[in-house]
């Protein structure tokens, strides 16, 4: 290699090791160094005022191996909240990604771009909208006197529901306003990647005399394989995770919906919040998080045995 060429490719990688900078900062400081805390999860912490968080969780605190963990699995509220956890994680992974690619085909198929464009506006918008939004704008639809559901059942002769005291109504409400909030941006990531599509396939399908939905299952859906399998990969990885605002800001944190509210996140902050206790909320979250590792990585290695250009 001339030195000309190899001082080019010094200089062409320090510039992007430069661009990289702010993000591998943001990730030393808020992703790597609070990896200590990891030490909570197996340390029954006695803080004593006064001592600094380091000395007080390795000088004061006692080793307790894995009795937070035994504590949490013997908990009777932990068969509930895995059940509830797992249960919507899994209508999730589905509904992410039947619906956003139903909607992705559809939208690219449309000709006009006014309407295309207004569909694709209408369905992104809720994604940034926060959740504290999204539950008092559920409140004012559900609340129990001045609530727009209520008046229009007593319009029709019905009674009023306290929707905030009836559990039985909020495993669809809470399925339904996370599609209503997601949808439209997994979409777009469809469609992003829909519009990569090599066009002479489908012109190719067209002079075979394939119609829309032959183009749909012998093109298009082979040509999403990759993107599908990722956020298959990434969902699946994540099983055990749940959005904490869909769960404890969207039903107001209410006491009577909790069977069917409490999932893992919701545990770990009310452990943490309300009880201050660091070291089962540690623990909670420690197994949340090596159980997705390991889900992640089995995803992975199924994906690439059945497919190995799908694969992370």
Known sequence: ???????????????????SLPA??????FCYLPLFGVAFAFKRFTPVPGKSLFVNLFANSKWVGLDNFSFLIRSSQMPQIIFNTLFYNL????????????????????????????????????????WVIVGYCLY???????????????????GAVQW????????????????????GYSMVIYMCAI???????????????????????????????PTISTIFILSVGSILASDFGLFYQVPLDSNSLQPVT?????????????????????AASFLQSTVGCIL????????????????L
């Open 91 to 130: 209508i999730f992974l589905v509904t992410g990604i039947v619906l956003p690619v139903f909607l992705a085909i559809v939208l690219t198929e449309i000709h006009g771009k006014h309407v295309s464009g207004m569909v694709q506006m209408v369905t992104v918008l809720p994604y940034f909208l926060s």
């Open 1 to 19: 290699m001339r030195p000309h060429r190899r001082k080019d490719i010094r200089k062409e990688n320090r510039d992007l090791m430069l661009m």
């Open 164 to 183: 905030y005291q009836s559990p039985k109504y909020w495993r669809v409400i809470l399925i339904l306003t996370e599609i209503w909030k997601t949808t």
């Open 262 to 282: 409490q999932t893992l996140d919701v545990y770990v902050y009310k452990a943490l919040m309300q009880q201050a206790n660091f070291s089962y909320s540690a």
């Open 140 to 158: 004012g639809f559900l609340a129990t006197n001045e609530g727009q559901v209520n008046h229009m059942l007593r319009f029709f002769g019905e």
């Open 24 to 29: 591998m900062v943001w990730y030393i400081l």
């Open 195 to 225: 519009t990569a599509v090599d066009r002479s396939l489908y012109e190719s399908a067209t002079l075979d005399g394939a119609g829309f939905w032959d183009k749909v299952r012998y093109v298009t859906i082979p040509q999403l394989h």
């Open 296 to 311: 992640l990585i089995c995803a992975n290695t199924v994906v690439k045995k059945i497919d190995k250009d799908s694969g």
